[in-house]
């Protein structure tokens, strides 16, 4: 089994930590900031990248409900 932090592990649970997001956050802006970006560019990154987020759980949300619905068809039903 491995060990709770190592990248195998996070990825079989699929979420970080709060302490390795705040650190993710932190280089992600400072690399940012060394590279010459504005702090608008940041926000606007920031937005598009949420922006992704939402669509994708849209999505996923509009997949469960066809899924839902699929199931719940009586046999020999057709899809419509």
């Known amino acids: 089994m491995p060990p709770e ?4 592990s996070r990825a079989v649970r699929g979420s970080m930590s709060g302490a ?3 650190v993710l956050a932190k280089t992600m802006f400072r ?8 702090a608008r560019d940041v ?3 920031a937005t598009e990248l949420l922006d992704l987020v939402i669509t ?5 949300k509009s ?3 066809a899924a839902l619905r ?11």
Do not use: C, V, W
Not at 5 to 8: A, H, K
Not at 31 to 38: E, L, P, R, V
Not at 70 to 80: F, I, L, Q, T, V
């Open 43 to 45: 926000i606007t990154f």
């Open 63 to 65: 997949d469960a409900a």
């Open 70 to 80: 699929e199931s719940r068809k009586a046999p020999g039903e057709e899809a419509k």
């Open 56 to 60: 994708s759980l849209r999505h996923a």
């Open 20 to 22: 390795e997001i705040h």
């Open 5 to 8: 932090d190592s990248d195998e």
């Open 31 to 38: 690399d940012f900031m060394n590279a010459g970006y504005q």
